[in-house]
């Protein structure tokens, strides 16, 4: 039973005790032994004999047994999911942790009963709730009155499926990344969806100073609005990729205006507004007789690659914009040495940005440039995608005739390189089983899970990347197609061209 990978022996009418031996499977992923006649303790040598590398996991399923204790330290590590709801263990308040293992099933809606014990006591009327002010459920101030920001936010591919062992880590990460202290968040409801994907509603409460001020400032709701908004937040092997539903100001925020909203346009504006205004009539006629002049005397040559673009770079709201001068800085003025691929869209570059973050940069060629609608219509479906087994977009560049995109950086290159006959480096069976499931799970994602759906087209070894830990990610989805719209009556339509893109590859 060495290579033991799933054990279910749930409904089987067990009696005794849990066998020693099953900390000697290291390979073990799932131990279910729920709803049997189990009793003795809990044997905490089933984790802690394994010795987990970071994407390996661990499920423990012991609910509704009569288990009456733990033997060992009740502290698993972050790998391991544990479940103990129905067993006598449960009732003990002494042991500590028992509480984080023994919740409800997971998808369902939670209350999180985390209030401290003053809260209690705090006289209702001295909290107005009718101006959504509420007592800080784990304030170290007893009945500190506040109103808090209400934010919905959703994990979309958390490496977990049971979430109370998770809760404290959350919000150490989530205060941590807003630069607020632990007792300023509560996880007021969760609940688990499809994918799957977890997500919850957020209260963040302002902290308590000398003045005990009740309410956030402009400024600092500004600056907490910012960093959801902008995806600034550290990634999160544990917690992946995340989404903001709803930033909702209510009570003393609801008419709240930020500094760059709403303001009055000052007469040294205006000004400006009308010499620019004048300047470029003035340059388009130079521009018009220009291009008349050259059609009339019969000048065709090709244009130069910056001449194709005319129009003003856009930007799109929640995309990280480069211009063309940080891009040339980031790869050294685009040095054949931080070369490191070409396919049909063009040159990648290895990059590094001013923060040290070191990211891949796929600089388009002149014959693969598309129209700037096509362009920022791609950058939108890029933008949406989000899945740990996808390469994530972290930005783009579209100035001086250019277009770039700009991907998270994978250190261990291609699945392809790693496979092909040259390569020094080689692939366990283990490996390539994780490989192959992490690469299904990206494809799953953009076929089933993806708003719109996507078919990629072009799956072969290549567009499978590699992180430092050697987890799969796929790649260019620049091949990618929608999948079809419904038609006007609601039918969907008689085809889908299934026509493979890309260039030709072997299936090896």
Known sequence: MTSSYCSDLSDNQLKGSIPGSFSDLPSLQTLSLKNNFLTGPVPTNIWQNMSFSTSARLKLDLRNNSFSSIQGHLNPPVNVTLRLEGNPVCKNANLLNVNLFCGSEPGEDKMLTNFNDSIANCPIQACPTDNFYEYVPASPLPCFCAAPLRIGYRLKSPSFSYFPPYIQPLEVYLTSSLKLSRYQLSIDTYSWEKGPRLRMYLKLFPSINVNHSSTFN????QRIRH?????TFPGSA????YELLNFTLLGPYADMKFENENQGISKGILVAVAVGG?????????IITILITRRYTGNRHAMS???????VSMRLGGVKYFTFKEMALATDNFNSSNQVGQGGYGKVYKGTLPDKTVVAIKRAEEGSLQGQKEFFTEIKLLSRLHHRNLVSLVGYCDEEGEQMLV?????????RDWLSAKSKRSLNFGMRL???LGSAKGILYLHTEAHPPVFHLDIKASNILLDSKLNAKVADFGLSRLAPALEDEGAVPDHVSTVVRGTPVSLL
Do not use: D
């Open 407 to 415: 991907y998270e950086f994978l250190p261990n290159g291609t699945l």
């Open 238 to 241: 544990l917690f992946g990729p």
């Open 218 to 221: 402009v400024s600092e709701v």
């Open 434 to 436: 994780r490989i192959a």
């Open 278 to 286: 004048v300047a470029c009539a003035v340059a388009m006629s130079v």
């Open 305 to 311: 690659r910056k001449c194709l673009y005319t129009k």
């Open 227 to 231: 960093l959801y908004t902008s995806w």
